[in-house]
């Protein structure tokens, strides 16, 4: 059975490639690798976050740029202007990927060799690019892509 830092850099190895297929299935969104090297910080951004348990335990942490909440949240379900009721929330359409993302990543049967995954619900808070957008980026295992446009990260670290 491989160790926890083995098990947790193989799941790293999948989430980019989990995130980019959740966009385009969910919000016709495609996410390739950015042009650029040095990725610039976005100007808006949220921190997502979705703890697991199960053969290793940790968090997959995501940040997205404001603005791409909102290009999937209208991608899903287009505004309705005479019903503004109807409409997705950004930060909701965030969540839900990153759910979509993490369904896919542990219900994978590779990863699941080793037993099975227990996921949480995502959680949402601000997120000061500005400030910490490059630790986030160099950290072990992300997978930074460019989604149309804005800016999405995404690592698995353990607990």
């Known amino acids: 059975m491989p160790d926890q ?5 193989s ?5 980019g490639e989990k995130l980019a297929e959740a966009m385009e299935t969910m919000a016709f969104v495609s996410a390739l690798p ?5 990725v610039a910080a976005p100007t808006s951004a ?4 979705m703890k697991f ?3 290793v335990s940790g968090v997959v942490e995501m940040v997205a740029a404001d603005q791409l909440g909102q290009t999937i949240a209208e991608n899903i379900l287009p505004p309705d202007p005479s019903d503004p009721s109807t409409a997705i929330s950004g930060d909701d359409a965030l969540k839900e ?6 369904g896919s990543l542990f219900r994978n049967p590779a990863n699941q060799k080793s037993g099975n995954f227990d996921i ?5 808070t601000k997120f000061d690019a500005t400030k910490d957008w490059s630790r986030f980026v160099e950290s072990k295992g992300t997978t930074v892509l460019d ?3 804005s800016l999405i990260a995404i690592h698995v670290k353990a607990a």
Request: hydrophobic share 40%; net charge negative; glycine share 6%.
């Open 5 to 9: 830092s083995e098990q947790i850099a």
């Open 11 to 15: 799941l790293n190895s999948e989430a």
């Open 34 to 38: 950015p042009d650029d090297a040095q």
């Open 46 to 49: 949220v921190l997502l976050q």
């Open 53 to 55: 348990t199960g053969p």
């Open 97 to 102: 990927l990153l759910n979509v993302t993490c």
């Open 120 to 124: 949480a619900l995502p959680q949402l």
């Open 147 to 149: 989604a149309e446009g």
